[in-house]
């Protein structure tokens, strides 16, 4: 017998089929390792502080799990827990968080049901010679400026490590 939450969800995916289908064709690599996700990190918080932003950044590994956390002095702490989450949603679902945001404002509300994903740009996943190895995500500021900042720290792993550059806004 199927399950109630087991039935739920699969009529969630099924009046969602894009959010199921739309994520980056990257493989997953090996995990970013510690100094790494601090370099990532660095950057970012390089980027918001030369732009006066209080931000909080978080780094973490394919399956989400934080590899680094690093925040600007008196950035709001309801930040911490939202770059954490910006992050893990990247990479898990192997797409930017702005293909969420985009699809709710599309008219597409199921994708708020999807477990584990937050729809708020912020996030994106952090590639090392073409493979998805972990995600950034930032919080503190509106939503386009998270997102500079977190694209500035893995276009640092891009640059450096020879990956492409995470696909902007793909589709969920």
């Known amino acids: 017998m199927i399950s109630i939450r087991a039935r739920s969800l699969a009529v969630l995916l099924a009046a969602?089929?894009?959010?199921?289908?739309?994520q980056m064709p990257n493989a997953y690599g090996p995990n970013v390792n510690a100094e790494t996700a601090r370099k990532v990190a660095a950057a970012a918080i390089a980027e918001a502080k030369k732009n006066g932003w209080t931000m909080a950044v978080a780094v973490v590994d394919t399956s989400?799990?934080?590899v680094h956390f690093e925040r600007v002095d008196n950035t709001?702490?309801?930040?911490?827990?939202?770059?954490?989450e910006k992050a893990r949603t990247a990479a898990q679902f192997k797409r930017p968080t702005k293909a969420f945001e985009d699809a709710i404002a599309g008219g597409r509300q199921a994708v708020l049901g999807i477990p584990g994903?937050?729809?708020v740009e912020g996030g994106v996943p952090l590639l090392d010679a073409g493979k998805i190895?972990?995600?950034v995500g930032v919080s503190g500021g509106m939503g386009q400026?998270?997102?500079?900042?977190?694209?500035?720290g893995a276009d640092l792993l891009a640059g450096s490590a020879g990956g492409a550059t995470p696909v902007p806004g793909a589709k969920p």
Do not use: H
């Not at 969602?16 to 739309?22: L, R, T």
């Not at 400026?145 to 500035?152: G, L, N, S």
């Open 145 to 152: 400026q998270d997102a500079q900042c977190a694209k500035t």
């Open 64 to 66: 989400g799990t934080l």
């Open 117 to 119: 994903a937050t729809p």
């Open 16 to 22: 969602a089929p894009a959010a199921a289908s739309g």
């Open 76 to 84: 709001q702490t309801g930040s911490i827990r939202v770059a954490q």
């Open 133 to 135: 190895v972990g995600a």
